[in-house]
């Protein structure tokens, strides 16, 4: 999850219940460690652990009245390019640790996270060069609380294609109402 390659321990006396999440973020040495465990194959894909909680659910003023986690679909792409343009990753990477990985990984794959004939043609299209703000009262989330609030990025996505069809396009969702598939993945057992 990006909270847990960007974010540090360090964080929380500016964050506050805002960064309250399980597992908590650690400190630089634990990203650190993430980073390297992704380059050397220990670690093979990245998620968003999303969790929308209202503000009110967020920020009680005792942290441990509040509730952990906080959302990330949407700011996970933006804050991962930024990392690409920064040079941490390959944009190719970058695609399969969030797509074709998590697709292995829960039986869906070809179908998802790959681009070949017969996939859904999931897609999203990106501006490796555009930046913007973070601002939380933008997310499309019930949640508009983010820990990267006002993180400036560079690279960011302006269309998604889902089967084929455009569902968002430069900040606005264009798809039809009632369009969605459920999309079944494969029981699987964890190896330890």
Same mark, same amino acid.
């Given at each position: 999850?990006?909270?847990?390659?960007?974010?540090?321990?360090?964080?929380?006396?500016?964050?506050?219940?805002i960064?309250?999440?399980?597992p908590?973020?650690?400190?630089?040495?634990?990203?650190?460690?993430l980073?390297?465990?992704?380059?050397?194959?220990?670690?093979?894909?990245?998620?968003?652990?999303?969790?929308?909680?209202?503000?009110?659910?967020?920020t009680?003023?005792?942290?441990?009245?509040?509730?952990?986690g906080?959302?990330? @679909?949407?700011?996970?792409?933006? *804050?991962?390019?930024?990392?690409?343009? %920064?040079? =941490?990753? +390959?944009?190719? &990477?970058?695609?399969?640790?969030?797509?074709?990985?998590?697709?292995r990984?829960?039986?869906?794959?070809?179908?998802?996270?790959?681009?070949?004939?017969?996939?859904?043609?999931?897609?999203?299209?990106?501006?490796?060069?555009?930046?913007?703000?973070?601002?939380?009262?933008?997310?499309?989330s019930?949640?508009?609380?983010?820990?990267?609030?006002?993180?400036?990025?560079?690279?960011?996505?302006?269309?998604?294609?889902?089967?084929?069809?455009? @569902?968002?396009r430069?900040?606005? *969702?264009?798809?039809e109402?009632?369009? %969605?598939? =459920?999309? +079944?993945?494969? &029981?699987?057992?964890?190896?330890?």
């Amino acid at each position: 999850c990006p909270h847990y390659l960007l974010l540090t321990a360090e964080d929380m006396s500016r964050l506050g219940p805002i960064l309250r999440v399980n597992p908590p973020v650690r400190f630089a040495g634990h990203a650190e460690s993430l980073w390297k465990g992704l380059h050397d194959g220990t670690l093979d894909m990245l998620a968003t652990d999303h969790a929308p909680h209202t503000p009110e659910e967020k920020t009680q003023p005792n942290i441990w009245d509040g509730h952990s986690g906080f959302p990330g @679909v949407e700011t996970a792409v933006p *804050l991962m390019l930024n990392e690409v343009n %920064g040079g =941490r990753m +390959t944009i190719e &990477r970058y695609v399969e640790w969030s797509g074709a990985a998590p697709a292995r990984a829960w039986g869906l794959y070809p179908r998802k996270g790959s681009l070949q004939i017969g996939s859904d043609a999931d897609m999203v299209i990106v501006d490796m060069t555009r930046e913007r703000e973070i601002r939380g009262a933008e997310l499309h989330s019930k949640s508009k609380i983010t820990p990267f609030e006002g993180m400036r990025v560079r690279g960011v996505p302006v269309c998604t294609i889902v089967r084929g069809r455009v @569902v968002f396009r430069d900040g606005e *969702l264009v798809g039809e109402p009632g369009w %969605g598939q =459920r999309v +079944t993945p494969r &029981r699987f057992t964890v190896r330890t």
